[in-house]
């Protein structure tokens, strides 16, 4: 089971819908909720007062109680909604465990009749409910040394969700139920670990003494050898609950079948709020840290501008690769060489001759042949 209202939101929704139009409205309407519960809604012009509301759940029990078909307390339950207004249809639709027939006719208007619809809407809330708490009634709470070694004690395998099952075995003055914790995401088996922690923690206290006891394992049980392998399988652990007799006693029993039905859903919510909460604060934290550095960049831009307040101009740097750096620098210094070849010569060592210092330049040779004569000598 994957919620925590009784009701189911859909199923309310359409019943109020029919029961609200001006003008009957064809339906005929089949949806699944949670993965396990499927319903089905009938309703027809030709019929106006009558709606067929038909559910059946996934049910799977092993040990000594086998419950796969409603019982006759169940269904005195479900009559006793309101009296007058549901009929139940003998035999169900097929594929069905349970059909319906409500008359619209005797619903009484006003805010009574949301309060009516809603009731119809927690039928398979009852259904599961009944089906648990005739189990929990038929283990006994008395310490019997007899009863403890029949197969009667053998733990009953419980499945309300294909993925979710989980085992009720007797013990001595009291009933244990374990739930094998297993979850997709690895973040979640963290959170999940650490909530399981916690909660051994808190019920150790004091002030929880009349709670039922809760204990967690990374190991299975001894009373669960045995069963199916993929349900021992897990990775977050074993959860375990044990009950008592004063945990079962009048409205008790209500209470305390309701909150098993729905662990595993409490657990995917504190699983959900928690992911969404540490999701929030690292949100809030980057917000903080991008509004510091903004600041900081405020900061230095201001103080700039009052060191330099005439500057009203930005410069810009332009990097130069080092290859094209080092090629600059090798033609400046060729630049340099050939500027120095062409200037004329200085001789220090004339420097006694101060009044008659002089520049010398170069004799320039020239490779054309000259018209001049020249004489061989012998």
């Known amino acids: 089971m994957a919620y925590l209202e009784r009701s189911s939101p859909t199923l309310k929704e359409t019943l109020l819908?029919?029961?609200?139009?001006e003008k009957p409205i064809e339906v005929d309407q089949h949806f699944h909720e949670f993965g396990s519960i499927q319903?089905?809604?009938k309703y027809s012009v030709s019929d106006p007062n009558i709606v067929h509301v038909?559910?059946?759940?996934?049910?799977?029990t092993q040990g000594a109680v086998t419950l796969k078909e409603i019982s006759s307390h169940t269904y005195e339950v479900i009559k006793n909604i309101a009296v007058?207004?549901?009929?139940?249809?003998?035999?169900?639709?097929?594929?069905?465990?349970?059909?319906?027939?409500?008359?619209?006719?005797?619903?009484?208007?006003?805010?009574?009749?949301?309060?009516?619809?809603?009731?119809?809407?927690?039928m398979q809330a009852l259904i599961l409910s009944s089906q648990l708490k005739e189990m929990l009634r038929n283990l006994n709470f008395q310490d019997d040394s007899r009863s403890m070694n029949n197969d009667n004690n053998r733990p009953i395998r419980i499945v309300y969700h294909p993925s979710e099952p989980f085992y009720v075995f007797k013990q001595p003055e009291k009933i244990t139920a374990v739930f094998p914790m297993n979850f997709k995401d690895n973040s979640d088996v963290v959170i999940a670990t650490s909530f399981f922690q916690e909660l051994v923690e808190v019920g150790s206290q004091k002030e929880m003494v009349k709670a039922p006891q809760c204990s967690w394992s990374p190991i299975p049980?001894?009373?669960?050898?045995?069963?199916?392998?993929?349900?021992?399988?897990?990775?977050?652990?074993?959860?375990?609950?044990?009950?008592?007799?004063?945990?079962?006693?009048?409205?008790?029993?209500?209470?305390?079948?309701?909150?098993?039905?729905?662990?595993?859903a409490y657990v995917k919510y504190h699983i959900k709020c928690s992911r969404g909460y540490i999701q929030r604060r690292m949100r809030k934290r980057m917000d903080s840290l991008v509004k510091l550095l903004d600041n900081t960049s405020l900061e230095?831009?201001?103080?700039?501008?009052?060191?330099?307040?005439?500057?009203?101009y930005v410069k810009e740097?332009?990097?130069?690769?080092k290859g094209k750096l080092m090629m600059k620098q090798?033609?400046?210094?060729?630049?340099?060489?050939?500027?120095?070849?062409?200037?004329?010569?200085?001789?220090?060592?004339?420097?006694?001759?101060?009044?008659?210092?002089r520049w010398i330049s170069l004799p320039k040779f020239s490779s054309k042949p000259s018209n001049k004569s020249h004489t061989k000598l012998d």
């Open 300 to 312: 230095e831009e201001a103080y700039h501008q009052k060191e330099t307040p005439r500057c009203n």
């Open 39 to 41: 319903y089905h809604i």
């Open 17 to 21: 819908k029919i029961y609200r139009a």
């Open 221 to 264: 049980p001894l009373q669960l050898r045995g069963e199916p392998v993929q349900d021992l399988t897990t990775n977050s652990g074993f959860v375990s609950f044990d009950i008592t007799s004063r945990h079962v006693e009048a409205k008790r029993l209500a209470k305390t079948v309701w909150n098993l039905l729905n662990f595993y």
């Open 317 to 321: 740097f332009v990097k130069v690769p």
């Open 84 to 122: 007058g207004v549901i009929d139940i249809v003998d035999p169900p639709r097929l594929g069905f465990q349970l059909t319906l027939a409500l008359h619209l006719d005797n619903i009484p208007r006003g805010k009574e009749a949301i309060k009516i619809i809603t009731r119809i809407s927690e």
């Open 330 to 357: 090798r033609c400046k210094e060729m630049t340099r060489r050939v500027k120095i070849s062409k200037f004329r010569i200085k001789i220090n060592g004339c420097a006694r001759f101060r009044f008659n210092q």
């Open 54 to 60: 038909s559910t059946s759940t996934l049910l799977e």
